[in-house]
């Protein structure tokens, strides 16, 4: 009856676009259903507001800037990193399709899937190393500063793999089509940079590139995560999607409102970013790849 309910609330209140519909996942349970709930406020209204670092430099569409751009993915990646890490730990990992029966995500057991839980535990370290880049471009001394440090994540994500890998999915959908937007939005302000740019051209472009390497990974993700739940193909998609994502920072349909329930207290428990950060080596899995060359 809970499901039943919540799909009906979905029906009623939430606009699909956000990430339903283009997922396809309505129908796939309480995760699914329930992760859109609260309001629309901004990342803004979370003590985000960005520093001026970015100068007059933005995008002459959306109005994003480079520092909002940033804020915003190093916010997400938080979020990649506090859902990897508690799904690696929670109950969910005893899942045959993952570590199995009795097993956890460094001990497999023979009823396991070692394979999957490796896609784990790299997308883990991946999206720390994404974090990372994105802390030291803002200038950020460390994790302990990030400007959110709670997510929350609807009640039973953690526990079996259906909500699980809904919710993959779903975060996955937004932070593809987030990046997709910001390699847009920073290619943009490299054409339309002039001489007196606080931030050159070449830069901008960089940063385009940047962002689509990073859009790649999460598609892998993605992928990946289809894999583990046994969607075929799990390789579905000719273009990945922009999720009806049309900006990153600033908009009603920015990648910023379209995150904020996990920022949102009704959504279900609260999750510890500094727990993820500061236990995430016991359970990661390291792999190789730098930047693109700049």
Do not use: C
């Not at 859109?36 to 100068?55: D, E, F, I, R, V």
């Amino acid at each position: 009856m809970e499901i039943e309910n919540a799909m009906e609330l979905v029906r009623k209140s939430l606009d699909r676009r956000k990430f339903l519909r283009a997922s396809g996942m309505a129908g796939m349970g309480v995760a699914a259903t329930t992760l859109m709930l609260g309001n629309a406020t901004s990342l803004a209204a979370q003590s985000l507001a960005p520093t001026p670092a970015a100068g007059t430099v933005q995008d002459p569409i959306t109005k994003d800037t480079p520092t909002e751009i940033l804020t915003a993915a190093l916010i997400a990646e938080d979020l990649a990193t506090t859902f990897y890490y508690n799904g690696l730990i929670g109950p969910v990992i005893q899942d045959p399709n993952l570590a199995g029966p009795g097993g956890t995500a460094t001990h497999v057991s023979s009823g396991g899937n070692l394979g999957n839980v490796d896609y784990l535990r790299a997308a883990l370290a991946e999206e720390i190393v994404h974090a990372n880049l994105l802390r030291a471009l803002l200038g950020i001394s460390g994790p302990a500063s990030d400007p959110v440090q709670t997510f929350y994540f609807p009640t039973g994500v953690f526990d079996t793999l259906t909500p699980f890998i809904a919710t993959l999915e779903a975060l996955e959908n937004a932070f593809i089509g987030a990046y997709l937007n910001a390699t847009v939005e920073f290619s943009r302000m490299a054409a339309a940079a002039g001489k007196g740019s606080s931030i050159p051209s070449w830069k901008l472009s960089y940063y385009a590139e940047v962002a689509a390497a990073i859009m790649g990974v999460e598609s892998e993700h993605r992928v990946l995560g289809r894999v583990i739940s046994n969607s075929n193909p799990a390789n579905n998609r000719n273009y990945e999607l922009v999720d009806g994502i049309r900006s990153v920072y600033n908009g009603p349909h920015s990648a910023v409102v379209a995150l904020t329930p996990f920022l949102t207290s009704s959504t279900g428990p609260a999750y510890s970013f500094a727990d993820a950060i500061s236990n995430a080596s016991s359970v990661d899995r390291t792999v190789g790849g730098g930047l693109p060359p700049e």
